[in-house]
């Protein structure tokens, strides 16, 4: 199994910035797309960003667009988002999740067969 593991959350104020890491051991990222969602208190599960197999493509929620950068690093085997600007409604458990196939979609959970334990983004003052 391939076993994924979320950092870089925690509290940050309205406005400030985090980077998350999404790893693996024993195995490489390499063929895999990555996607990023989160899970806010009393909410569904939302696709935030992904990217593709070769770092080539990457989308990103119209919420998130111009604040997050999603990006990758083979050498390292990981996976990152910066988070810019971060706003409290964006508080949640953020996921990484691979894709066996190349492309990636942020639209639906659909072909992500691996999920991190997911890391806790807290957004308050």
């Known amino acids: 199994q391939l076993q994924l593991v979320e950092s870089g959350g925690g509290l940050v104020q309205p406005g400030g910035s985090l980077k998350l890491s999404c790893a693996t051991s024993g195995f490489t990222l390499a063929p895999y797309a990555i996607g990023w969602f989160r899970q806010a208190p009393g909410k569904e599960r939302e696709g935030v960003s992904c990217?593709?197999?070769?770092?080539?493509?990457?989308k990103y929620a119209d919420s998130v667009k111009g604040r997050f950068t999603v990006s990758r690093d083979n050498v390292k085997n990981s996976v990152y988002l910066q988070m810019n600007n971060l706003k409290p409604e964006e508080t949640g458990i953020y996921y990484c999740?691979?894709?066996?196939?190349?492309?990636?979609?942020?639209?639906?959970?659909?072909?992500?067969?691996?999920w991190g334990q997911g890391t806790q983004v807290t957004v308050s003052s």
């Open positions: 999740a691979a894709d066996r196939g190349p492309f990636c979609t942020i639209i639906s959970r659909t072909g992500y067969d691996y």
């Open positions: 990217i593709s197999s070769l770092g080539d493509t990457t």
